[in-house]
């Protein structure tokens, strides 16, 4: 295919041509009516905010525009066929569940998913058999599975519907996915992978193969995370026969808006074709110059560390740079704070590390940038002096089970979302069965789900989140002092 073209973008392009007087939705009618202060920002965008008329197609039944746009991104990321999402990859993890599980069939799922993978499993009544991640030890994060792990849990869970993948991590760190999916195949179940991270791997020799590329059946890519596309805007791409495409289409349509955004379809179109056409050049351009630069700054830098790769992590992605105090003197919090100081804005924090986020296109400024703010924090934390004992982050992966090892909560998912529960101290709630999801932010990963059992260890985490200043989503007290149990 050709894929100089942009068919949604061109499509839009003719329709703000065409001025003919919109007689329809949305209310701002191409931008003729809005707010005065905010026109400014808006004006260039708000006359491409179409809607379903003639000539820009239907994302849920597409036949004209949308229909090549898909199809061209399916050539460029090698799927058979790719559905356009404007929720986000959110969207695409749940209709992945629903596509994928009926009420009470079993799926196995890596224990450190986001949210919207546990949600997709409650939306959908799936019985998940929980496996424990491996834990990288100078990060202390949850990061990734051997695939030995997988083919062990397929063998003591034998009604096993599909397995349910998170690579790579929000960390950039990746496992060995063409094994997994091996091992998956030859047990006659799909593999669906969770690719937020990952929308550029595959596309460029230098960077670790794409889920698709390993055989992957079902892959879900912000493509806003890493690729030049708006946020909210990603793809869910589909390969071989073990997904049922129509069934997908059909929970796609219920999970998403009947209006969809079309300035978020086009910026998956333009940032495709910009991959395409200029961006994997760029890719591996950028990712040599930050390797380069990372080996220097090692080599200088004495109280900080940016994490190179570890036994046992098959693949790291080069356009991330995990960061942390060598002697553990301060936490990743305090260290997002020194870069926003410094004039960067970091990706995100957990106790003990801090994230960036480069684009496959990074000058040679901006990676100097940062150097120099890091420089200037290596000499800030030199003279800290390690007055408090070394921050232990006891990640959130402590909680969990020894690598590989499976699991099912106390209660099915769905049934205790629904159970009727008490509110009461978190130091009271030890040996409960939990009623909410706990999820700290950033990165999104639930300590506790509904009907996983409160232990001792959740509780101190919980306290040394919210100490080292962490914060809490979905659970009702924000604060965490207080959790809802199980009646
Ligand atoms: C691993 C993972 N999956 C899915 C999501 C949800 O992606 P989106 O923000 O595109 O909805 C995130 C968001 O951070 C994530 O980290």
Redesign the pocket.
């Known amino acids: 295919m050709n894929q100089k073209q942009a068919p949604l973008y061109e499509a839009l392009c003719t329709y703000v041509a065409t001025k003919n007087e919109p007689l329809h939705v949305p209310g701002h009618k191409d931008g003729q009516v809005f707010d005065q202060e905010a026109r400014r920002h808006f004006a260039s965008i708000l006359p491409i905010d179409a809607t379903e008329v003639k000539g820009l197609d239907d994302l849920h039944h597409p036949e004209e525009a949308i229909a090549v746009a898909q199809q061209l991104a399916a050539e460029a990321f090698g799927a058979e066929q790719t559905f356009f999402l404007v929720?986000?990859?959110?969207?695409g993890?749940l209709a992945a569940a629903l596509a994928v599980c009926r009420p009470g069939e079993q799926i196995l799922v890596q224990r450190n998913?986001?949210k919207?993978v546990f949600n997709g499993l409650l939306l959908a009544g799936a019985n998940p058999v929980f496996i424990a991640p491996e834990i990288e030890h100078e990060t202390e994060v949850a990061s990734c599975l051997h695939p030995s792990f997988i083919k062990k849990a397929l063998q003591e869970y034998p009604d096993i519907r599909a397995v349910w993948l998170?690579n790579p991590s929000?960390y950039g760190m990746g496992m060995n996915l063409k094994e997994a999916a091996e091992i998956c195949h030859t047990a006659g179940v799909p593999l669906l992978v969770?690719e937020?991270?990952g929308a550029h791997y595959g596309q460029a020799e230098v960077l670790p193969e794409s889920a698709l590329m390993c055989g992957a059946d079902l892959v879900v890519q912000?493509t806003?995370?890493m690729l030049p596309a708006m946020t909210?805007a990603?793809m869910l791409h589909v390969r071989g026969e073990r997904i049922d495409r129509n069934r997908l289409a059909t929970v796609l349509a219920m999970v998403q808006s009947s209006s969809p955004s079309y300035p978020l379809l086009a910026s998956l179109d333009v940032a495709r074709r910009y991959l395409v056409q200029e961006g994997r050049e760029k890719l591996t351009e950028s990712i040599e110059r930050l390797e380069q630069a990372q080996i220097e700054l090692s080599r200088h830098l004495q109280s900080v560390t940016i994490w190179s790769g570890a036994e046992g992590i098959y693949s790291r992605d080069p356009l991330k740079w995990v960061i942390r105090s060598t002697q553990s003197q301060v936490t990743g919090y305090q260290l997002l704070e020194w870069l926003e100081e410094e004039g960067c804005t970091a990706e995100m924090a957990d106790p003990r590390n801090v994230v960036l986020v480069f684009a496959i296109d990074t000058d040679r400024q901006v990676i100097e940038r940062a150097a120099q703010a890091l420089s200037r924090i290596d000499r800030r934390l030199m003279q800290v002096e390690q007055t408090v004992a070394p921050v232990r982050t006891g990640n959130s992966a402590s909680l969990w089970l020894n690598a590989g090892e499976t699991s099912v909560p106390a209660r099915p998912l769905q049934e205790a979302f629904h159970s009727s529960y008490l509110v009461v101290s978190l130091d009271k709630a030890i040996g409960c069965c939990c009623a909410e999801m706990v999820i700290p932010y950033?990165?999104?990963i639930p300590l506790l789900i509904p009907g996983e059992i409160i232990t001792g260890r959740h509780v101190q985490m919980i306290v040394q989140i919210r100490e080292s200043g962490g914060y809490f989503q979905g659970a009702l007290d924000p604060a965490m002092k207080t959790i809802k149990i199980l009646c």
Do not use: E, I, L, V
Not at 87 to 91: D, E, K, L, V
């Open positions: 929720g986000g990859t959110t969207a993890n998913a986001h919207s998170t929000y969770d937020a991270h912000s806003h995370k909210m990603s950033p990165p999104g």
